[in-house]
């Protein structure tokens, strides 16, 4: 007590005010950021902003030419580990940051979602789609209401969780449709906005024990860790039976076989690591792919016109190309809907930034150092009004004509683009093509 009473804090104020003026002056004129234009909010925090340097090291870029230089197959893309380090999930393919360690962990579950997988596992979609449209059957023979939005929430989680583990965790068999669930996914990005800024709290709440969050959690976050918890369970089960399994079956029939009959090195078959990427991609295809869905169901049924002339178009089907997928990729104005959907809800809405570690970028006349995470926002690029007029319309439209939709190639991105395009692009896009016939009857 008497140290406390002789200490002066006048030093280390002194020390803090010098620190932080010598940083704010490095960050405004000597960081290789500074010749870049941009609020000097921004360069010395962290601010989102147009065409500029959005925080000390981070630029953003808006304009649409520029995109497929930066999303690119060739060379060598890192992401920025300060945004995927929120995740909490370092051994997913998704939040990790290096290029070659990415392209080693995807190449391990690429095949899984190809199209002739997803195709061949369209059974999944239509029987679970078959029970949806059931639902909303009965709720209208009982005049009784349904909230659509949360049994679109439970169709793509059945669907997912069926699909990539093999389970079913029947949220469409729930009175409510597992409302909680749906709730707490959908409160995911704020805590991702969150957990960017202040790191230690991902992997703090993470390493609490189980039960001590069930006990002071409320019922919709407790279904969601009873989830989780069950999806480590598995991942243990099938690690350990694995040694047992025939090495000789081509068949995955989950998403952790197909990681533990890959060609990663041991190391990489932890339990970690297959917890990892189960979570991600998960919960990856779970509200995306919902909120595309309610788009599409949305807008056809606000517009008259345009559940008439899907109806025509689907009335043109064989009944026994019903569950033909191909059959229905072959219809464009079910194709346009589609891609009108999700060029307003692509799975992704914030930017995504992308570094070249070996190489500096251009843009204009700027050189941007290598190193340096610069991202785009496909939604502010899908909502272009140079590329889209009257971009905020729902017109399917514009995606009839074949020469605009090639014309469109380039700046139409729902799935991101280059070395880190969505895994499951292919399941995505193929979830809303579900029993159109009985939905727009």
Not at 340 to 352: C, F, K, N, Q
Request: with cysteine.
């Amino acid at each position: 007590m008497e140290f406390l009473s002789r200490f002066s804090w006048k030093p280390l104020l002194g020390v803090v005010i010098v620190y932080l003026a010598s940083l704010t002056f490095y960050r405004l004129y000597l960081h290789p950021l500074a010749k870049f234009p941009g609020p000097k909010l921004a360069a010395i925090s962290r601010r989102y902003g147009p065409i500029i340097r959005i925080s000390p090291y981070e630029l953003h870029i808006n304009d649409p030419s520029f995109y497929e230089k930066l999303y690119r197959q060739d060379g060598r893309w890192n992401k920025y580990e300060w945004s995927y380090k929120a995740f909490s999930a370092p051994d997913s393919a998704i939040c990790t940051p290096d290029h070659d360690l990415h392209k080693q962990r995807r190449a391990a579950t690429a095949p899984f979602f190809s199209k002739a997988s997803v195709a061949g596992k369209q059974g999944i979609i239509y029987s679970l789609a078959d029970k949806l449209c059931d639902c909303i059957g009965k709720s209208v023979d009982s005049e009784s209401s349904i909230n659509i939005g949360t049994a679109i929430s439970a169709f793509t989680r059945d669907v997912a969780t069926q699909y990539i583990l093999g389970k079913d965790y029947r949220n469409l068999d729930t009175e409510d449709f597992n409302a909680g669930m749906t709730a707490v996914l959908q409160s995911s990005g704020a805590i991702w906005r969150v957990t960017k800024h202040v790191p230690w709290l991902g992997p703090t709440m993470k390493s609490l024990p189980p039960s001590f969050m069930e006990r002071i959690a409320d019922d919709a976050t407790k279904s969601f860790l009873i989830f989780l918890k069950d999806c480590e369970l598995t991942a243990r089960a099938a690690i350990s039976a694995y040694a047992t399994k025939d090495l000789g079956d081509k068949d995955s029939r989950t998403i952790i076989d197909e990681i533990l009959r890959s060609d990663l090195p041991s190391s990489e078959k932890t339990l970690n690591h297959v917890n990892d990427e189960v979570g991600t991609i998960t919960g990856a295809a779970f509200e995306t792919t919902a909120q595309t869905l309610r788009q599409v169901l949305y807008q056809v049924y606000s517009n008259k016109a345009i559940l008439s002339r899907l109806r025509a178009e689907l009335s043109t089907l064989p009944s026994a190309d019903d569950q033909n997928l191909a059959a229905h990729e072959r219809l464009p104005y079910l194709t346009a809907i589609l891609m009108e959907a999700l060029r307003l809800s692509p799975g992704v809405a914030t930017r995504l930034a992308r570094i070249a570690p070996d190489r500096d970028l251009v843009y204009g006349k700027w050189s941007i150092p290598s190193g340096t995470p610069v991202g785009m926002t496909a939604l502010l690029m899908h909502k272009n009004e140079s590329l889209y007029p009257d971009p905020e319309k729902f017109d399917p439209e514009r995606w009839m004509d074949t020469e605009a939709r090639k014309k469109a190639d380039k700046t139409f991105a729902p799935f991101s683009r280059g070395t880190r395009i969505c895994l499951g692009m292919q399941y995505d896009h193929h979830q809303p093509i579900f029993r159109f016939r009985r939905l727009t009857s």
